[in-house]
């Protein structure tokens, strides 16, 4: 743990905070929180999958973000990732910069933090806590047996693309609700609150990930938009694909909205967490199957070919002309 | 990886920055930057340890750090808490947030950062940049067979105490060279430009951790400051101890300063990364071996007692009065 050259004067300290909101017994970990290191045992033969990333105010998350919602993100934004490589989820450490100590907000962040973790039967086993702009870092591990990770590059000609979606959802719900937030569109009282909540409470896709395994060629988790995700995939893949815009997933709120919004949303939202990934067309049933016993849908929204680029047609296989950046932390 | 709500307009993107600066092959990891997840394959019965660190400017560092000591000293305070642990380290991911793409600040970080993880044989596997106040935060895996970890919690009555230091140093440097940066002190260019690189440059005690497996019954790293690092060995243990203030390693630029202030910073400095640990007093010549060995020193400053509490005493035995906190990034 690094040392701090100053400090904030503050009511509670470091240690007491991770005591009283961020330790619990460690269950399957050797060793959890509160030592130098904590220590994992992983299962003989299995593959270690990591990921992290780092959340900062007014880039990841609005400041109007309850915080129960945010523990919730902050975490199943990193579930996503083990999610699209069909990692089954271990532990996860967290990293938290905090301007001040504000109990209500710590209260909440725990809260939705060790809610998602007990669902996906996970635990905390170390972190680092340090007065600063607000910036949550959590990094995850998951295990997968050698050779069955999803990877980005295991796209092959031929393949389906498929995009998974909640039953009754769609591709960018979290886009649109941002769009309302930013006061570009309105809508309903009842549609707002539906995509406001795929906005600050994704749902990573552990479970379809798992399912996927032996199933799919390639995966990604729908993080920065449908076509820059899938730009990732085609590139490490080396192929190219052609996706139908009008097969994407809408749910009523986003239907609501004029082509052009619907079409940015859906094709470059970003912030859904849905998985996109290829199986071979004799995989579909399976693919289906999957899907169904992971609690969500999948749609089949393209195919992969020889050629390089991303095609984008509408139903009646006419090109659909806008290009959408993926986001970027850095641009756009 | 998250999307970003609001991102800024910049001469290079995110996925541009991480190909250039932070993309090597992989050589030990299955997979390394690139995917969703980094995949590792540990080695058969060893235990994972973990550590991560969050590293703020202006706390953890000053704005004057020169990059590529910042990359060392990133990396550094992470690999301390490995070596604190007595693990071999394997690989570490990075997520890191910038006010700006400074290319002259990344080749500088970049720099140090990968110096330093050749060093120990260790590799980048994964990692998320995002634009914001600079934040970095390190995660650190490195492996221990089971039961030969070293803990906080295995200090006996009895035990005798050690704390490691460089050939000529001592503890406190650190604290002494932001005491000069705060203009609190003045001392010989020489005298600051040591100082300062221990400081600015920390080792970490990756191989005297590796040789007191087996030798120490405890160890922590020094962070925070001795008097409240070995507080934690103490509580964990459920011992106490007595020290010798005056047996304190001290390096020359220290020695030429008053007495309080040694005492402040060799009891309570923080930032010194070396590493306090107990071991059975025939053990000593082990002990001495090990830190031979890695290339450093080692000193008894005191002893385990069974009496809780921490007493700190002078060469004579008289009580040293003062009390010091221990570094607390949210107060002090």
């Not at 050629?307 to 932390?329: E, K, M, S």
Request: proline share 6%; aromatic share 6%; charged share 20%.
């Amino acid at each position: 743990m690094p040392a701090s050259l100053d400090s904030l004067r503050m009511s509670i300290g470091e240690f007491d905070l991770i005591a009283r909101w961020f330790t619990r017994p460690a269950r399957r970990a050797v060793l959890g929180v509160g030592d130098d290191c904590a220590l994992l045992q992983p299962a003989p033969g299995m593959q270690m999958a990591i990921s992290t990333d780092m959340l900062v105010e007014g880039r990841h998350f609005l400041p109007t973000v309850a915080p129960e919602r945010l523990g919730h993100k902050a975490l199943a934004v990193n579930l996503s990732d083990l999610a699209a490589c069909g990692a089954a989820p271990l532990a996860f450490t967290l990293a938290l910069a905090l301007p001040r100590v504000d109990e209500a907000f710590l209260d909440g962040f725990a809260r939705g933090l060790f809610a998602l973790a007990d669902e996906h039967g996970i635990e905390l086993v170390g972190g680092d806590t340090t007065a600063g702009p607000l910036n949550i870092c959590i990094t995850v591990f998951g295990e997968v047996p050698p050779g069955l990770a999803l990877l980005r590059s295991g796209a092959r000609v031929g393949d389906d693309i498929w995009v998974s979606h909640p039953p009754g959802g769609g591709l960018g719900d979290a886009r649109l609700a941002l769009e309302a937030f930013r006061g570009r569109v309105a809508m309903a009282a009842v549609h707002f609150a539906l995509v406001r909540a795929r906005m600050e409470r994704p749902t990573p896709r552990i479970a379809l990930g798992l399912a996927l395994r032996g199933v799919a060629t390639s995966a990604i988790d729908l993080s920065d938009g449908l076509t820059g995700d899938l730009g990732h995939v085609l590139a490490r893949s080396g192929v190219g694909a052609t996706i139908d815009a009008d097969a994407l997933p809408t749910s009523a709120a986003l239907a609501a909205q004029p082509l052009a919004l619907r079409r940015e949303c859906t094709l470059a939202g970003g912030d859904d967490y849905e998985l996109a990934f290829t199986a071979p067309a004799d995989q579909a049933p399976r693919v289906q199957a999957a899907a169904s016993s992971a609690g969500c849908a999948a749609v089949r929204i393209g195919r992969i070919e020889a050629a390089p680029g991303l095609r984008i047609v509408d139903a009646r296989g006419a090109a659909v002309a806008a290009t959408f950046p993926a986001f970027d932390h850095f641009k756009t």
